[in-house]
C-alpha cells in the first residue's frame, strides 16, 4: 500500500520510500497486465486459495537461490499479448481474473480480463492523461469495485465505483477528496468493503451492498486500508502502543480476535495473508526500518520466523503478496519469491520489476527499454503458481 501527502499514516507507517516508488511505478508504467491461465479441477475462489502452503517442519531464514530454468520457460510460456496498439498497466488479479488499465489512441479504460477472455471495458476514464486506475477487486462471478485517482499524484482524490457484469454497467459508490488511505476494495458475498478519509487525521471503514444501499460505517480510528483475511477484514490501526493489527468479520462487520502472535504484533508493515478462514493460515510482513526483514507466521507456530533479511543497502521490501506457498515481494530494484516449501528465494523479474501472488495466480512484468519511452516494450508474464516446480534447497 503507498501513501504520500494527504494520505494519513498511523505510527511507524511505511517509509517514505514507498510513497515515492508507488508513485513512479503508477506514471511510469512499470506494471502491465496479466491474467491467470487454465487450471485444473475446482475454481478457487476469494476465499478459499487454491493450495495451502507446504508445512516444513519449522521455518528458518531462507537462502537466495538462482531461478530454475523451468520457472523461466514458464513464464516465458506465459507472457500475455495486450490489444493492438494499447499499453497495459497491472492493477490487481485474483483467480482467473485481471483488473488493468489500458492506454491507446481512442483514450484510456478500466478493463477486466478473465482466462481466456478478451478485457471488457469496466470504466472510460474521464481524463486519459490524468486520471489513473488504483485499485480493484472481483467477486470472480458479478461484482467488480474499483477505483480511480483523478489526478497524478497520490494526494489527488479519488472515486470507488462498482460494476456489475450481468448489465457492463457501473456506478460510483464513493469519492475521497481528504487525507485518508488509498484505496483498496474488497468485494466478498455481494458487499464492497473500504476505507477513506473523513477528516481530523481519521478514516472509516465501510460496507455498501453492491447491488445499491448506503454505506455502512464499521469503525473509525487513524488506519490504513483493510485486506481480506479469510473471514476477516484486517488493517493496521494506530494504537497507544503503536500500530497494531485490527480485525471485523466479513459476515456481519463485528470487531473479531486474530490469533494471539498477530494480535501481539506492532509496528510493522506491508502484511498479507493467503486468506485463512479464521484468521489462521499463512501471514507475512515487514518490520523493521534500517535493515528490513521478511516475517512468516502460519498457523501453529509459537511466533513468526524472520525468513529474508534485506540488505542494508536495499531501501525497503515491501508489497507483500501470499499465493499458496509462495511469498513475493518487491524492492525498488527488483521483485523475490519466497518457495516455504524448499526454505528458499529468488530472484524473479530484472531490473525495477513487479511480481503479485495471489490465489494460485503469480503475475511478473517489467519493462523492456525505458519505460517511460514510448518504444519501450511491456512484458506481462502469468502463470499458475500451483503448477511451478519448488525453488532448490539451500545447501
Not at 494520505?7 to 511505478?25: D, K, N, Q, W, Y
Not at 450481468?166 to 484505496?183: F, H, Q, W
Not at 474488497?186 to 445499491?212: I, S
Request: proline share 9%; hydrophobic share 40%.
Amino acid at each position: 500500500m503507498a501513501t504520500s501527502g494527504r494520505t494519513h499514516r498511523p505510527p511507524r507507517a511505511p517509509s517514505p520510500t514507498g510513497a515515492r516508488r508507488g508513485l513512479a511505478l503508477l506514471l511510469t508504467g512499470l506494471l502491465f497486465a496479466g491474467c491467470s491461465s487454465a487450471r485444473s479441477g475446482p475454481e478457487p475462489t476469494p476465499d478459499r486459495p487454491s493450495t495451502p502452503a507446504p508445512r516444513p517442519s519449522a521455518l528458518s531464514a531462507a537462502c537466495e537461490v538462482g531461478l530454475p530454468t523451468a520457472w523461466r520457460s514458464a513464464l516465458d510460456a506465459g507472457e500475455l499479448r495486450t490489444p493492438a496498439g494499447q499499453r497495459a498497466v497491472l492493477t490487481d488479479t485474483g483467480p482467473g481474473w485481471t483488473v488493468v488499465q489500458l492506454t491507446g489512441g481512442d483514450g484510456r479504460r478500466a478493463a477486466l480480463v478473465r482466462a481466456g477472455g478478451a478485457p471488457r471495458t469496466l470504466l472510460d476514464l474521464a481524463d486519459p492523461v490524468e486520471h489513473q486506475l488504483l485499485a480493484a477487486d472481483f467477486d470472480g462471478r458479478r461484482w467488480a469495485a474499483f477505483a480511480v485517482l483523478e489526478g497524478r499524484t497520490l494526494d489527488s482524490p479519488w472515486s470507488l465505483y462498482v460494476w456489475d457484469a450481468e448489465t457492463g454497467a457501473s456506478r460510483r459508490i464513493a469519492r475521497a477528496d481528504r487525507p485518508g488511505p488509498l484505496p483498496q476494495p474488497v468485494v466478498r458475498d455481494g458487499t464492497v468493503h473500504w476505507a477513506q478519509g473523513v477528516g481530523g487525521g481519521k478514516a472509516t471503514v465501510y460496507a455498501a451492498p453492491a447491488a445499491g444501499g448506503a454505506p455502512r460505517a464499521l469503525r473509525t480510528g487513524v488506519m490504513d486500508a483493510p485486506f481480506a483475511a479469510g473471514g476477516l477484514l484486517v488493517w493496521r490501526e494506530s494504537a497507544g502502543s503503536g500500530t497494531r493489527l485490527a480485525a471485523v468479520s466479513l459476515a456481519d462487520g463485528r470487531p473479531a480476535a486474530l490469533p494471539a502472535p498477530l494480535a501481539a504484533l506492532r509496528d510493522i508493515r506491508s502484511v498479507a495473508s493467503d486468506g485463512g478462514t479464521t484468521g489462521g493460515g499463512t501471514w507475512a510482513w515487514v518490520e523493521g526500518e534500517a535493515a528490513p526483514r521478511l516475517m512468516v507466521w502460519r498457523t501453529g507456530d509459537a511466533r513468526a520466523t524472520a525468513v529474508v533479511t534485506a540488505s542494508p543497502a536495499v531501501d525497503g521490501m515491501d508489497q507483500v503478496r501470499i499465493s499458496g506457498r509462495l511469498v513475493t515481494w518487491r524492492t525498488p530494484e527488483t521483485a523475490y519469491a519466497l518457495d516455504l516449501g524448499s526454505g528458499s528465494y529468488a530472484r524473479i523479474t530484472p531490473a525495477y520489476g513487479y511480481a503479485q501472488a495471489r490465489d494460485g495466480a503469480l503475475a511478473v512484468a517489467y519493462s523492456v527499454g525505458n519505460a517511460k519511452s514510448a518504444d519501450s516494450r511491456p512484458v506481462v508474464q502469468v502463470v499458475d503458481a500451483v503448477r511451478l516446480p519448488g525453488l532448490p534447497r539451500c545447501g
